[in-house]
């Protein structure tokens, strides 16, 4: 079965550096875009990222524009953000999803992993 | 970026009861737009894609309408694993969006 597994959160003081890791399973992972989704605790959600199956295309929200960098390793099943330039508004559970085949809808999550901005 | 606006944002009903949520898109998404269940604690799960297209093993009592700007999710009888919280979010274009959230509390 799909399985997406985050991994890499915790505390870091503002400004510094984490990298999340989305390890998958389950699925032809070389297929199929991989996205970010983060959600600060009791709010709704906040699409963050995608990268397209094979690397080559990637989108941003506006507010990681610049900080935030999404890559994947085919050969690892696994998507990484490198989140860099950290503040306390990017405090949130992020989720990774996997994107349907022809439209980029979720349809897995993983079970989401939380980063608290904080000093 | 496409608003998505969700009405109401919290409501309670009653096991049994026929509920339906709305979602409007600030401008046309045709019918590029899916809905998700969130419980407490734990990831959201897709139930419909496309509008009205249902997710393999969501149950049937859920479905989906709309297209354009307007479209509605609908509870036919609602069950006690259906208090959740709702979301609707378009993939018409990017950045992708979400509406902001509908709880369905038991009343």
């Known amino acids: 079965q799909v399985r997406l597994v985050e991994s890499g959160g915790g505390v870091v003081q503002p400004g510094r550096s984490l990298r999340l890791s989305c390890a998958a399973s389950?699925?032809?992972?070389?297929?199929?875009?991989i996205h970010w989704v983060r959600q600060v605790p009791g709010k709704g959600l906040d699409w963050v990222s995608v990268i397209s199956y094979d690397g080559s295309n990637k989108e941003y929200a506006d507010s990681v524009k610049g900080r935030f960098t999404i890559s994947r390793d085919n050969s690892k099943n696994t998507v990484y953000m490198q989140m860099n330039s950290l503040r306390a508004d990017d405090t949130a559970v992020y989720y990774c999803?996997?994107?349907?085949?022809?439209?980029?809808?979720?349809?897995?999550w993983g079970q989401g992993i939380l980063v608290t901005v904080s000093s | 970026a496409i608003r998505m606006t969700q009405s109401p944002s919290s409501f309670s009903a009653s096991i049994g009861d026929r509920v339906t949520i709305t979602c409007r898109a600030s401008q046309d998404i045709n019918t590029y737009l899916a809905w998700y269940q969130q419980k407490p604690g734990k990831a959201p799960e897709l139930l419909i894609y496309?509008?009205?297209t249902l997710q393999s093993g969501v149950p049937s009592r859920f479905s989906g309408s709309g297209s354009g700007t307007d479209f509605t999710l609908t509870i036919g009888c609602l069950q006690s694993e259906d208090f959740a919280t709702y979301y609707c979010?378009?993939?018409?274009?990017?950045?992708?969006?979400f509406g902001q959230g509908t709880t369905v509390e038991i009343k």
């Open positions: 389950g699925f032809i992972f070389n297929t199929y875009g």
């Open positions: 999803a996997k994107s349907a085949l022809e439209w980029p809808y979720l349809d897995y």
């Open positions: 979010q378009q993939f018409h274009s990017y950045p992708l969006t």
């Open positions: 496309a509008a009205s």
